[in-house]
């Protein structure tokens, strides 16, 4: 089973990709992470195109197709992969299934994570993290050190209500292509609605196992 995942930043879907991966054993693949890694790496031959990033920019569609491409090369003998980050654009969704109908996979399901503007708010502007582990706490939990290193816990410079509405409304104009291109596909799409500052990521978890057991999936 192979599964995309969308949704905006703050929307939780990071932590369901790893509870899925959890559940299923399947294998996360999250472009943000893969990312990281080759800046990391200054003799990555994609090294210096990904310098962008820092810039605040884009990865062109190309390139993200590349990286792609050479993480799925390695996961031959995954029974499923999880795709967190990716695709962001219609050109990198038809460039997916190319990638995955050569490797005799395909797309099985969607699970597009549609978070309020309220929820959102309350997670992002209370979020505080751990400038050495990067942990991520919430300001309602209390703690002011990181648990694990004993860190002052920081705010993120862009964890603010400016910058969020428009992450949030850049990524809702630059997601409806996307959207409409797997809900015109074969593959089962899951909408979950979060509305509520109190769904815990497992009541989450739970929701999206049985909208898969309601269509048969696992
Ligand atoms: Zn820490």
Do not use: W
Request: with cysteine; charged share 30%; proline share 3%.
């Amino acid at each position: 089973m192979n599964i995309v995942l969308l949704g905006p930043p703050g929307s939780g879907k990071g932590t369901q990709s790893q509870l899925l991966a959890e559940s299923f054993n399947l294998v996360q693949l999250s472009t943000g992470d893969l990312f990281r890694q080759i800046l990391q790496n200054p003799h990555h031959p994609l090294y210096d195109e990904l310098q962008i990033i820092k810039q605040g920019k884009l990865v062109s569609d190309e390139v993200v197709n590349k990286v792609v491409e050479d993480a799925l090369k390695k996961l031959t003998n995954a029974k499923g992969i999880i795709f967190d980050g990716f695709p962001r654009t219609v050109a990198q969704a038809k460039a997916l299934d190319r990638m995955l109908s050569s490797l005799n996979r395909k797309v099985d399901v969607v699970i597009d994570f549609n978070v309020t503007e309220g929820v959102l708010l309350y997670r992002l502007l209370g979020r505080r993290i751990c400038p050495n582990c990067k942990r991520v706490f919430h300001v309602n939990q209390g703690y002011i050190e990181c648990l694990d290193c004993k860190v002052k816990l920081v705010t993120r410079d862009d964890d603010n209500e400016e910058v969020i509405m428009k992450r949030f409304k850049e990524y809702k104009e630059k997601t409806v292509g996307v959207q409409e291109y797997y809900r015109d596909s074969n593959c089962a799409y899951i909408s979950l609605t979060i509305d509520d500052i109190d769904t815990t990521p497992e009541e989450v978890h739970q929701q999206i196992i049985s909208e898969l057991k309601e269509r048969d999936l696992v």
